[in-house]
């Protein structure tokens, strides 16, 4: 009866990893490779709607160019890049 115990218990583990902690791992890793490929003068918009292109960038955050003014933002706000967006169209 342990041994069926401790199976279910392995079981739940690799569903739990399989559907929660992998993809998480999965999707982290993508927004911190996005994150790395932004350079100046890329389009983008911001995880709140701002529009602008990226006027300079360091390691942690990015001044972006709007058309009320500059903004400096930290990079993780970004939430899509759009001039490869666009000529994909």
């Known amino acids: 009866m ?13 569903v739990f990893y399989l559907f929660i ?13 996005f994150e790395s490929a932004l350079k100046v003068g890329d389009k983008i918009i911001t995880k709140s709607g701002i529009h602008g292109k990226i006027a300079e960038i360091s390691e942690t955050t ?5 058309m009320s003014g500059k903004l400096k933002m930290e990079r993780s706000a970004i939430s ?8 994909k169209k």
């Open 21 to 33: 902690i992998r993809p998480q791992q999965t999707k982290l890793k993508k927004e911190r490779e």
């Open 80 to 87: 899509m890049e759009m001039t490869t967006a666009l000529n």
């Open 62 to 66: 990015v001044v972006i160019e709007t």
């Open 2 to 14: 342990e041994s069926n115990t401790i199976i279910s218990f392995i079981l739940m583990f690799a």
